[in-house]
């Protein structure tokens, strides 16, 4: 048996013309455009990889092509030295490789710095759109914080408006609740910019929930928000304000999105207070019961 062919697979074979053999290792120095045949054992996964959920299932379907057709489309990767590579942007074809029990996988080298590799894989991912909201906000908060990048300089590289990233950076302010309701596409973006509009966690969580149980449209829930901003409205101008200083507000809201409910926290002047925790149901009470440990 041709062992480039049972390695590689049939596809890859035929597109690159068998113009590599396994034993063409890049030295540190190779540049993209040139594709070489590295060992999956010798390639590691990238640490800064803005993808963190990875669907088993369709890594195991990958896994199956790749059994039958081989690898159409090579990873990239960089040389990190001593005969090792690091993945700048392939890493479910990698994965889905070595399931598959290949010992080769085709790859493109490149030289890149830490910097280069997380914008590389930031840009690689948005554009072929494999990441949800959620990954997409880490990943430009990771260039703005360890790439020290402007929110400007971020919607450049990512070829998006500069509001498009505020956008989704402003979901990373979401209780955490409904960050993994945005994650796993139990609701949209559109439903996550109506929810973000509202400042109190407690009043977030609660439209939140209502979304799901009552499975709204976008523009239910943004009329939702809006008449609930017209009811607060309303109220403020009856009631008499109590006001908590931003630290206890802080703490407050901390305790909403903890506890994923409405939280109010009262301080008095002695440094005594109380915290009331609202719940909704026998069922809500019974998980804030578990939470609490009581």
């Known amino acids: 048996m041709n062992p480039k062919k049972s390695a590689l697979g049939k596809g890859l074979s035929a597109l690159l013309d068998n113009s590599f053999e396994e034993t063409d290792m890049p030295e540190a120095?190779?540049?993209?455009?040139?594709?070489?045949?590295?060992?999956v054992g010798k390639i590691q996964p990238n640490p800064f990889q803005p993808r963190t959920d990875f669907d088993?299932?369709?890594?195991?379907?990958?896994?199956?092509?790749?059994?039958q057709h081989g690898i159409i489309q090579p990873i990239t990767v960089r040389a990190m030295g001593d005969?090792?590579?690091?993945?700048?942007?392939?890493?479910?074809?990698?994965?889905?490789?070595k399931?598959?029990?290949?010992?080769?996988?085709?790859?493109?080298?490149r030289v890149a710095n830490d910097e280069g590799m997380l914008e590389m894989a930031l840009v690689e991912n948005i554009q072929r759109q494999d990441l949800n909201p959620i990954e997409i906000a880490l990943s430009f908060q990771r260039?703005?914080?360890?790439?020290?990048?402007?929110?400007?300089?971020?919607?450049?590289?990512?070829?998006?408006?500069?509001?498009?990233?505020?956008?989704?950076?402003?979901?990373?302010?979401?209780?955490?609740?409904i960050q993994a309701?945005?994650?796993?596409?139990?609701?949209?973006?559109?439903?996550?910019?109506?929810?973000?509009?509202?400042?109190?966690?407690?009043?977030?969580?609660?439209?939140f929930k209502d979304i799901m149980a009552g499975n709204l449209s976008v523009r239910m829930a943004e009329n939702m928000v809006r008449q609930g901003k017209g009811r607060k409205r309303r109220k403020a101008e009856n009631k008499p304000v109590q006001s908590l200083s931003p630290e206890y507000r802080n703490i407050q809201?901390?305790?909403?999105?903890?506890?994923?409910?409405?939280v109010h926290l009262v301080n008095r002047p002695d440094g005594s207070g109380h915290i009331q925790i609202s719940y909704y149901s026998t069922d809500d009470l019974?998980?804030?019961l578990d939470m609490l440990d009581a």
């Open 29 to 39: 120095g190779s540049v993209a455009g040139n594709v070489s045949s590295l060992p």
């Open 56 to 67: 088993e299932n369709a890594i195991r379907e990958l896994a199956e092509s790749i059994r």
């Open 83 to 97: 005969g090792q590579f690091q993945i700048i942007a392939g890493e479910r074809r990698w994965r889905a490789s």
């Open 99 to 109: 399931l598959a029990g290949l010992d080769f996988v085709p790859a493109y080298t």
């Open 143 to 177: 260039l703005i914080d360890e790439a020290g990048l402007t929110t400007e300089q971020v919607a450049g590289k990512a070829g998006k408006d500069r509001t498009t990233v505020v956008n989704y950076l402003r979901l990373l302010k979401l209780p955490p609740l």
């Open 181 to 207: 309701a945005i994650r796993e596409e139990k609701i949209s973006m559109g439903h996550a910019r109506a929810i973000i509009n509202v400042e109190a966690v407690d009043l977030q969580l609660k439209i």
């Open 253 to 262: 809201d901390r305790l909403s999105g903890t506890y994923e409910t409405k």
């Open 286 to 288: 019974n998980r804030l």
